[in-house]
């Protein structure tokens, strides 16, 4: 039998298995000990009956076979016989030192005169005995002194010893097979019962592992004591603990949910904003001066570049998680637009911007992530500004890359702004704080680039985009 099968066997098999094995060994010593010790008990009485028969013969026959009397010691024979009947001799040969036959208990076979040589090499032992054997042989020299006078060879029947050592053999048999029955059933139902509560802690553990972990009902654990009653009680309160903890988790996620939805509207609103300021101005200057075809044109164009940004914003939003293949390629236009979108900010805190847009052409980068991150970070820098300051930006395109440098003079980006604006895919602000920075962030490692920050001297930032120029497509979300 495979070993390993053996040990993928239920306990509650192996266990009884065990008992009966175990059984079966103890009977077979037993047994062996039992039929040892009734083998010396038969063959000590054997040997002492034997050699009261043979001390009796030869007390008789010896003054006959000193006178070479047949008649007589074949007389003494069938006395020794006829008076030793429990005994069961079947055959007694009485010879003279020559080996020739003086007399036996059966003449016809063994006439007097003739040789007798025994062929069994146990005959010519003083006695032998077989355990379960039919028969026994004994063996008897008459000395005298100086001469041996004879030789008398016996055979007794021992079948009545071997069927009591049958006997005895069945009835260690069935007692012993009855008792490895019963003490296999018995060590069964004890496993068994044993064992039942390590099943039911098994069946909850394998209801753990497909589903979600179940207690231990209570009145089972009730019902139960000692060990399994503790394991019971410490189970179960592994179980509450995880669906607490399963709980506590789902009202995080929630939470977390609620605060990224919450982040999301916040970011996006604050997209929206940026560039509405701008637009009311293009509004408020086409109220005024509406009249003349140079400057209705110029801000309907703003407008509409404005409106489109706007409508782009829900689709930049998505840039966290895909890009949007709807966008169009960058040209100059999109960055002399940021000039006025950001102007009335500049206006209200006294700031100049002054924009060095050095494209001549389009550039294949997706154009509104470049114009939402270059207005994101020239708000920011028009509000670190002081008074009177100027913020310089400038956009320029190689053969690899487009380049945009904003600097202004304030009193320096903060480490935690300067983190954010790094953060590459890092989670957003978990305060609300710095959202626009966030998204720029997100925005251009979207795109493949990266972000530079120079604190100048002695005071100012200097924010240098590096994107590459790529076919930054963004996926066109309607």
């Known amino acids: 039998m495979n ?7 239920p306990i509650t098999i192996k266990v009884p298995l065990a008992v009966v094995a175990l059984m079966i060994l103890v009977g077979l010593v037993l047994s062996e000990r039992v039929l040892a010790r009734l083998t010396e008990t038969q063959q000590r ?11 009796g013969l030869s007390s008789a026959i ?8 047949n008649w007589e010691v074949y007389d003494a024979i069938a006395r020794a016989q006829e008076i030793n009947k429990s005994l069961h001799p079947i055959e007694t040969v009485v010879t003279n030192s020559e080996g020739a036959v003086i007399a036996a208990s059966d003449p016809k076979r063994h006439p007097i005169g003739t040789s007798f040589s025994p062929n069994d090499i146990s005959k010519t032992k003083a006695f032998s005995y077989s355990a379960g054997a039919d028969t026994a042989n004994a063996m008897r020299t008459l000395s005298y002194p100086g001469r041996v006078a004879g030789i008398i060879y016996t055979t007794f029947d021992t079948r009545h010893l071997a069927a009591e050592r049958r006997d005895v053999l069945m009835a260690l048999a069935l007692t012993n097979g009855a008792l490895t029955i019963l003490l296999a059933a018995a060590g069964w139902l004890l496993v068994t019962h044993m064992m039942r509560p390590v099943r039911i802690l098994s069946e909850h553990l394998g209801v753990a592992r497909e589903t979600l972990a179940v207690p231990v009902p209570d009145e089972i654990v009730a019902k139960t004591t000692g060990e399994f009653g503790h394991l019971f009680r410490g189970y179960n309160g592994l179980v509450r603990s995880m669906k607490e903890r399963e709980d506590l988790s789902k009202r995080l996620a929630e939470e977390e949910r609620l605060g990224s939805l919450g982040r999301l509207a916040s970011a996006v609103a604050h997209e929206i904003n940026n560039p509405l300021g701008g637009l009311f101005n293009a509004l408020s200057t086409m109220k005024t001066h509406g009249h003349l075809a140079g400057v209705r044109s110029s801000s309907l164009g703003l407008l509409e570049r404005g409106l489109v940004g706007i409508r782009d914003v829900v689709r930049t939003t998505l840039a966290v998680y895909r890009r949007d293949s709807g966008s169009r390629n ?10 006025m979108l950001v102007a009335p900010e500049g206006r209200r805190k006294y700031v100049t911007i002054q924009i060095d847009n050095r494209l001549d052409g389009p550039i294949a980068v997706a154009s509104t992530p470049i114009r939402q991150a270059l207005l994101n970070l020239l708000l920011n820098a028009v509000a670190a500004a002081p008074e009177g300051s100027q913020v310089n930006a400038t956009v ?3 053969t690899a890359a487009l380049e945009i440098v904003v600097s202004d003079y304030g009193g320096g980006m903060p480490e935690s702004a300067s983190a954010v604006l790094t953060a590459g895919y890092g989670p957003p602000p978990l305060d609300g704080g710095g959202l626009g920075l966030w998204t720029t962030s997100r925005l251009v490692a979207e795109m493949g680039g990266r972000i530079e920050i120079e604190r100048l001297r002695p005071s100012g930032t200097t924010i240098r985009l590096i994107i590459p120029i790529l076919r930054a497509e963004l996926s066109d979300v309607a």
Do not use: M, N
Not at 46 to 54: A, G, I, K, M, R
Not at 330 to 336: N, Q
């Open 62 to 69: 010896a003054p006959s076979i000193l006178r070479e009397d």
């Open 45 to 55: 009485h054997l040997v002492e009956l034997s050699q009261s028969y043979l001390d």
């Open 396 to 398: 320029s395109a190689g």
């Open 330 to 339: 960058l040209v100059p236009a999109d960055i002399d637009d940021l000039g």
């Open 3 to 9: 070993a390993s099968r053996f040990r993928s066997w």
